[in-house]
């Protein structure tokens, strides 16, 4: 029987639908940023913004680890309503379908136009992919070297399926794990502790993984990366159903929004260099930074509890149709922003017509994904349509 502090697997979190909307959304627009910032991207435009990288700081210490939370939140519900076996087995289909799909069909066009830009191969797309894409191996080196094929921005399937089997495996061993965990998981966090105690977590990482392993996407290796997002992933799973835990991070929203805008100033000021280095520094701005990280999921959450609760046929149409649109958005962006090399656009212009032509795009294949039966998998949707109050009814990836 669920506690006062838990909350019903039978309820449906719109909060929480949003939160992942609005994350994978803001995707497209940040990776279009990445086309105007230093950063390295698969291909760049010629235009160089520097005031854009402040802007896209906000947002990249946090938005992954988000979405892997809200995950973790949807496992918890999902498996609240089917066995273990089912829940690998649909999450297996869910994601491995799109991801084999996407390595083989989405994705090649990226690593195609990366070459071209990078180091000026004179073939085209089919001599590319037909004699190097599937060379499991790299082949072209502009620095890094590009091994093929490749998942690119797909990684973020990869570690999700992987946590996932890795939760399941534990739960098939010890299958109260989650609710004896998750309680008193949520006693330690009462309080203020709530805010403290993931940062120290998150800051810990930072400062002793992120040196050592730096982030490469690439699974094997990747350690700090795998610390983050599982940190998250297993945050959300453990603490879905503890009500007290999302009342309370609703109730300290705007002291949380000002912690996490503190620690963003902090660590903006270190990275643009207005303070002078020092090993001291470094370990002050790995602490902000994991700070920040947490502050700011908290933050979101806790607006989204509060003000994220209206639901319709809009919020039912984005929430199926968000990961179709998180698979293609990328190499769309990457074709559109190559057609309009040498145009003499300006950026803004040039920027508009990418996330025009990126959204279109997303659109379009959603509508046509949705319509073909054999398509649906391909893209992360359910084998056969369903009627609205099965949409209604679906949780988040």
Same mark, same amino acid.
């Given at each position: 029987?669920?506690?006062?502090?838990?909350?019903?697997?039978?309820?449906?979190?719109?909060?929480?639908?949003?939160?992942?909307?609005?994350?994978?959304?803001?995707?497209?627009?940040?990776?279009?940023?990445?086309?105007?910032?230093?950063?390295?991207?698969?291909?760049? *435009?010629?235009?160089? &913004?520097?005031? =854009?990288?402040?802007? $896209? !700081? %906000?947002?990249? #210490?946090?938005?992954?680890? /988000?979405?892997?939370?809200?995950?973790?939140?949807?496992?918890?519900?999902?498996?609240?309503?089917?066995?273990?076996?089912?829940?690998?087995?649909?999450? *297996?289909?869910?994601? &491995?379908?799109? =991801?084999?799909?996407? $390595? !083989? %069909?989405?994705? #090649?066009?990226?690593?195609? /136009?990366?070459?071209?830009?990078?180091?000026?191969?004179?073939?085209?797309?089919?001599?590319?992919?037909?004699?190097?894409?599937?060379?499991?191996?790299?082949?072209?080196?502009?620095?890094?070297?590009?091994?093929?094929?490749?998942?690119?921005?797909?990684?973020?399937?990869?570690? /999700?399926?992987?946590?996932?089997?890795?939760?399941?495996?534990?739960?098939?061993?010890?299958?109260?794990?989650?609710?004896?965990?998750?309680?008193?998981?949520?006693?330690?966090?009462?309080?203020?502790?709530?805010?403290?105690?993931?940062?120290?977590?998150?800051?810990?990482?930072? /400062?002793?993984?992120?040196?050592?392993?730096?982030?490469?996407?690439?699974?094997?290796?990747?350690?700090?990366?795998?610390?983050?997002?599982?940190?998250?992933?297993?945050?959300?799973?453990?603490?879905?159903?503890?009500?007290?835990?999302?009342?309370?991070?609703?109730?300290?929203?705007?002291?949380?929004?000002?912690?996490?805008?503190?620690?963003?100033?902090?660590?903006?000021?270190?990275?643009?260099?207005?303070?002078?280095?020092?090993?001291?520094?470094?370990?002050?701005?790995?602490?902000?930074?994991?700070?920040?990280?947490?502050?700011?999921?908290?933050?979101?959450?806790?607006?989204?509890?509060?003000?994220?609760?209206?639901?319709?046929?809009?919020?039912?149409?984005?929430?199926?149709?968000?990961?179709?649109?998180?698979?293609?958005?990328?190499?769309?962006?990457?074709?559109?922003?190559?057609?309009?090399?040498?145009?003499?656009?300006?950026?803004?212009?040039?920027?508009?017509?990418?996330?025009?032509?990126?959204?279109?795009?997303?659109?379009?294949?959603?509508?046509?994904?949705?319509?073909?039966?054999?398509?649906?998998?391909?893209?992360?949707?359910?084998?056969?349509?369903?009627?609205?109050?099965?949409?209604?009814?679906?949780?988040?990836?």
């Amino acid at each position: 029987m669920l506690t006062p502090q838990q909350v019903s697997t039978s309820e449906r979190r719109i909060d929480l639908d949003w939160v992942r909307i609005l994350a994978f959304g803001l995707l497209i627009f940040y990776h279009v940023g990445m086309l105007y910032v230093s950063w390295g991207f698969h291909i760049k *435009s010629e235009h160089r &913004l520097t005031w =854009l990288e402040p802007v $896209m !700081l %906000v947002l990249n #210490p946090w938005r992954l680890s /988000l979405l892997f939370l809200v995950s973790g939140v949807a496992s918890r519900f999902m498996l609240s309503k089917v066995t273990l076996a089912a829940f690998a087995r649909a999450r *297996s289909v869910r994601l &491995l379908i799109p =991801l084999i799909f996407g $390595m !083989l %069909v989405i994705v #090649p066009p990226q690593s195609y /136009l990366q070459i071209v830009e990078s180091l000026g191969y004179p073939a085209g797309f089919a001599d590319f992919y037909v004699h190097h894409y599937l060379a499991f191996g790299a082949q072209f080196c502009p620095n890094p070297c590009i091994v093929q094929p490749t998942w690119n921005h797909l990684w973020f399937v990869v570690y /999700l399926w992987v946590y996932t089997m890795a939760l399941a495996g534990v739960l098939c061993i010890w299958p109260a794990a989650a609710d004896w965990i998750g309680e008193r998981l949520a006693a330690v966090l009462a309080g203020p502790w709530l805010l403290v105690l993931p940062c120290l977590l998150f800051a810990a990482w930072r /400062l002793f993984l992120a040196p050592v392993f730096p982030s490469t996407h690439a699974l094997f290796g990747d350690w700090y990366s795998h610390a983050d997002y599982a940190t998250a992933f297993l945050i959300g799973f453990l603490l879905a159903r503890e009500g007290g835990i999302w009342h309370d991070l609703e109730r300290r929203r705007w002291t949380t929004l000002m912690l996490a805008a503190a620690c963003f100033v902090a660590f903006v000021l270190v990275y643009a260099g207005l303070l002078p280095p020092s090993p001291m520094l470094r370990w002050f701005a790995g602490s902000v930074y994991g700070c920040y990280q947490w502050l700011a999921m908290a933050a979101v959450l806790g607006f989204a509890r509060r003000h994220l609760t209206a639901d319709g046929p809009v919020r039912r149409y984005l929430t199926d149709a968000i990961f179709p649109y998180y698979i293609v958005h990328q190499t769309a962006i990457i074709v559109i922003a190559h057609a309009l090399q040498g145009s003499g656009l300006s950026a803004g212009s040039e920027a508009a017509i990418v996330i025009s032509g990126t959204a279109l795009t997303c659109v379009v294949t959603y509508e046509i994904a949705r319509r073909i039966g054999w398509l649906r998998p391909l893209f992360g949707l359910r084998m056969e349509p369903r009627s609205a109050a099965g949409i209604a009814r679906q949780q988040p990836a």
